[in-house]
């Protein structure tokens, strides 16, 4: 906080209420734009023509640290929810201990000295699983962005295309996926394509509304300076999106993690898909709920993950909707 004081003898400039005051008095004043310069240099209120203390804007630095503070607290908070609701459903509903597991008998079951090789395939498969969903999620979101840029300057393609992509959303994705093997095969590229699938129509729909809804005054002005429609789409259009899609990305990461086990337990054979079909065959109870807990837990930090990103950019490339998020 910087501290700004009226010199003895100096009057400030401002509302004549201001010759009461004694010299060297303050005031304090929480929005430094609403401050006035006085004779010296001063910052004065405007209303009284006192001396303020004005407080100085947090550094780029103690913003990061404040957004980084918020997800990881976020993500624990969020963690701790879902691990004691499970635990009250197991011991409340008094379920059968010979199938129902909770996160005591999970932990137990990861740090028994015995368990090493189960806990080595668990991260393995769980690596798997990460990698298939992060690809998915990534380019399922840059197919949808790329169309919804599309869809926007050409709205004859849109009107052309939307409708079949509805079409098939309501296709289920269980019933897709074999399909899907026979044509691309049964390795990384048809996971990719499974899970993104699952992140491409929510991206799709929210973001091509968002570029939809900017204010027509902003286009007319765009227009009236000549700009072309890829340099308004960059310009105008897409930090006006940006809340809409890190809201898509929440929702959609979540989703990626569903569709890259889905195509591991019908296609490759691989990560934690094909792990729990494993132990449901075999009856392996306690590595089938430790995979179910691992898939909860990534599935929670990333959301905290994409929710501290989306801070930063706005925060970078739409101020204002940063604020207007933050509220």
Do not use: C
Request: charged share 15%.
């Amino acid at each position: 906080m910087t501290v700004i004081e009226q010199p003895a003898g100096d009057r400030p400039v401002g509302d004549p209420s201001a010759g009461d005051l004694e010299p060297g008095a303050m005031t304090t004043i929480d929005d430094p734009d609403a401050a006035l310069l006085v004779p010296g240099g001063l910052a004065a209120d405007p209303t009284t023509g006192a001396p303020v203390v004005v407080a100085a804007p947090p550094s780029a630095i103690g913003r990061g640290l404040s957004r980084a503070g918020k997800a990881i607290g976020g993500a624990v908070l969020s963690f701790m929810v879902v691990m004691l609701a499970w635990q009250l459903i197991v011991t409340g509903f008094h379920l059968d201990k010979f199938i129902a597991r909770g996160p005591l008998d999970v932990w137990n079951y990861l740090t028994a000295a015995g368990n090493t090789s189960e806990r080595q395939l668990l991260i393995d498969a769980s690596f798997t699983t990460l990698r298939d969903a992060a690809l998915g999620l990534l380019g399922g979101t840059i197919a949808a962005l790329v169309a919804s840029g599309i869809f926007t300057m050409r709205r004859g393609v849109e009107q052309a295309f939307m409708p079949l992509a509805m079409t098939l959303r309501t296709v289920p994705l269980v019933a897709m996926t074999p399909l899907i093997a026979l044509i691309f095969g049964r390795g990384l590229l048809a996971v990719t394509v499974i899970a993104g699938i699952v992140t491409f129509f929510p991206t799709l729909v929210n973001v091509s509304l968002a570029l939809r809804s900017v204010p027509p005054q902003s286009i007319d002005l765009m227009e009236a300076y000549g700009a072309s429609s890829w340099t308004t789409l960059k310009k105008v259009q897409i930090p006006a999106a940006l809340p809409a899609l890190f809201a898509s990305l929440r929702v959609a990461a979540p989703l990626a993690l569903i569709g890259a086990l889905l195509a591991e337990w019908l296609a490759t054979g691989k990560g934690l898909g094909y792990l729990m079909l494993q132990s449901v065959a075999m009856f392996q109870t306690d590595r089938l709920w430790t995979a179910v807990a691992i898939v909860t837990v990534a599935s929670v930090v990333l959301y905290n993950i994409i929710a501290a990103v989306e801070q930063s950019v706005l925060a970078k490339y739409a101020p204002g909707q940063d604020r207007a998020s933050m509220v």
